[in-house]
């Protein structure tokens, strides 16, 4: 796919739109990587120089902001936020994105089925 070929420049894209002030939105376009990789979005925010704390906050914060539903993305009273448990701090190891340990949506857990 494209977005392999041109990674690179998307990541230093990415890195100097930070470094600029640019607020940044997490997403990422349909059919780039298979459904459910998503994640791995937060490592290459963080390999392009993009602080983990800030990679987090564009796929919460920000990304509720940008698309104007400010009721959501926070874990604050009165609002509404879908949370995923972690194994450890993604702030110091961004990496453990990739592990997590379950979903709560709308209050109710979802885990993955253990592997045969």
Do not use: C, W
């Amino acid at each position: 796919p494209k977005a392999i070929r041109i990674g690179a420049q998307i990541q230093q894209t990415a890195g100097r739109a930070y470094k600029s002030g640019v607020k940044i939105a997490f997403g990422t376009d349909m059919g780039v990587g298979p459904h459910g990789d998503n994640a791995r979005e937060f490592l290459y925010m963080v390999e392009a120089g993009i602080p983990a704390g800030y990679a987090l906050q564009s796929a919460t914060l920000h990304a509720a902001s940008v698309l104007g539903v400010d009721d959501q993305g926070v874990i604050e009273p009165g609002k509404r936020a879908d949370i995923i448990a972690l194994p450890g701090d993604p702030v110091a190891d961004i990496g453990n994105v990739m592990k997590v340990d379950f979903v709560m949506k709308d209050g109710v857990v979802y885990r993955q089925p253990a592997a045969q």
